[in-house]
């Protein structure tokens, strides 16, 4: 994550990036426990949902809030092969006018953003698995580095296909370490 971008309207930081179980905002780096309030750092907040049809409930399998730093270092774990076609999928793929239509239809309402994944275009409402991220600095949202995304889980199986194994090794341990999550549900969930 670079530090150095031309700053856009201020928006504060939307509920849905809250914690899910306090419904406060993230405060610290996952990594290194950094004070993210402190404003001086960019940070990325992900979040992963599962709906549960049956139960009529849409659960957050895991979040976190990556301080710049740790969020560099962690990129920097990824192999160049992945790096390149993961890239190379976001600037093929992404649907940038939709993006940029729901901006303009509600410039003052980020969760709006994050009406549909922004691969495939598909609305959430028809998503059973999504995982949504934004970038903040301080108390407020940094739409300099890229709007709020959404990205659903047909569009989450397509990126994992494209990552080198090393890749894979190199999530799937960050997302042990950190969330405990059995390897057998995984399989599918990336970081961006």
Not at 18 to 30: A, E, G, L, R, W
Not at 102 to 114: A, G, N, Q, V
Not at 132 to 160: D, Q, R, Y
Request: charged share 30%.
């Amino acid at each position: 994550m670079e530090e150095e971008h031309e700053e856009k309207p201020k928006l504060s930081i939307p509920s849905i990036f809250y914690k899910s179980d306090t419904k406060v905002p993230m405060t610290n780096c996952i990594d290194c426990d950094y004070d993210l309030w402190q404003g001086d750092r960019y940070y990325m907040i992900e979040k992963v949902f599962k709906k549960y049809q049956e139960l009529d409930t849409i659960e957050v399998l895991f979040e976190y809030a990556i301080c710049s730093q740790c969020y560099d270092k962690m990129k920097g774990g990824l192999s160049a092969e992945s790096m390149s076609t993961l890239s190379n999928y976001m600037m093929n793929n992404t649907d940038i006018e939709g993006m940029q239509r729901r901006i303009e239809e509600h410039p003052d309402d980020p969760e709006k953003w994050l009406s549909h994944c922004m691969i495939k275009g598909t609305e959430i409402s028809e998503l059973n698995e999504y995982q949504i991220g934004a970038c903040f600095k301080g108390s407020e949202m940094a739409t300099n580095f890229m709007p709020p995304f959404l990205i659903g889980g047909e569009a989450m199986e397509e990126i994992t296909g494209l990552l080198s194994k090393e890749t894979k090794d190199e999530m799937d341990g960050f997302i042990g370490d950190h969330f405990g999550i059995p390897p057998e549900l995984r399989k599918d969930l990336i970081l961006i």
